[in-house]
C-alpha cells in the first residue's frame, strides 16, 4: 500500500506568518503534487514535481512556493501566509504523471 | 472554465438503491480516475480508468472517451457509502490532474 504522509495534521497562523507544509512519501514515486481544498471548487493543483530539483507550476500557485528536497520529500512555504490561504491542503504521488494517485490525510491550515 | 463537470452535486439514496455519478469533460479525454472522499476528508482512489470499463465489488467505472464522459455506477447501495466521489483527469498531456466539484452522495436506512 502506498504511504503517503504530512504534516502537521493541523495548524493555525496569523496573517503575514511563515507556514511550511511537509509532504513525504515511500513509495518511489516520480511525480508529487499539491492541492487545496475549498467547498465549491474541489481540489485545486498548487504546485507539482516529477523529480527531486523538479517544481511544475498548477492552477493556483499565487501566494505558495514549492521545493522538492528528495524523491521522498516536498514541501508546501507560504511565506506572508493570508486568510484567503485558510483551507484543507493535500498532498499526493504517483508513479508517473497522471497514473492513480495516493493522497496523503491532509493538513487542515487556518490564517486569522 | 470548469473543465470537470460532475452531476448530480448531491443525491439522496436509501440503503439498498442503486446510483449513478457522472463525470462529463470539455477538452479530450486522458487518465480518468475515480476517487471517494470520506466524510472526516481522506481520499481513497477507487479506479484509474483512462477507457472501457473496470468493476470491483459493487463500483463499475466506465469511461467513453470520444463522448468526454465517464461514469460511476453504485449497486445496491450502503451507508458506509456515504461521503463524496471525485472524478479527475490530465488536462492534455501535462501531467496536470484536474478534479471535478464532487458528487455528494447520503445513504440512508
Known amino acids: 500500500e502506498a504511504a503517503v504522509t504530512q504534516s502537521p495534521r493541523n495548524k493555525v497562523t496569523v496573517t503575514g506568518g511563515n507556514v511550511t507544509l511537509s509532504c513525504r512519501q515511500t513509495n518511489s514515486h516520480n511525480y508529487m503534487y499539491w492541492y487545496r481544498q475549498d467547498t465549491g471548487h474541489g481540489l485545486r493543483l498548487i504546485h507539482y514535481?516529477?523529480?527531486?530539483?523538479?517544481?511544475q507550476i498548477g492552477d493556483v500557485p499565487d501566494g505558495y512556493k514549492a521545493t522538492r528536497t528528495t524523491q521522498e520529500d516536498f514541501f508546501l512555504l507560504l511565506e506572508l501566509a493570508s486568510p484567503s490561504q485558510t483551507s484543507l491542503y493535500f498532498c499526493a504521488s504517483s508513479g508517473w504523471g497522471a497514473e492513480t494517485l495516493y493522497f496523503g490525510s491532509g493538513t487542515r491550515l487556518t490564517v486569522l | 472554465g470548469q473543465q470537470v463537470q460532475q452531476s448530480p452535486a448531491s443525491l439522496v439514496l436509501q440503503e439498498g438503491e442503486n446510483a449513478e455519478l457522472q463525470c462529463n469533460f470539455s477538452t479530450s479525454l486522458n487518465s480518468m480516475q475515480w476517487f471517494y472522499q470520506r466524510p472526516e476528508g481522506s481520499l481513497v482512489s477507487l479506479f484509474y480508468n483512462p477507457s472501457g470499463t473496470k468493476q470491483s465489488g459493487r463500483l463499475t467505472s466506465t469511461t467513453v472517451i470520444k463522448e468526454r464522459r465517464s461514469s460511476l455506477h453504485i449497486s445496491s447501495s450502503q451507508i458506509t457509502d456515504s461521503g463524496t466521489y471525485l472524478c479527475?483527469?490530465?488536462?492534455?498531456?501535462?501531467?496536470?490532474?484536474?478534479f471535478g466539484t464532487g458528487t455528494r452522495l447520503q445513504v440512508s436506512p
Open positions: 479527475a483527469m490530465e488536462r492534455g498531456n501535462t501531467d496536470k490532474v484536474v
Open positions: 514535481s516529477y523529480g527531486a530539483g523538479n517544481l
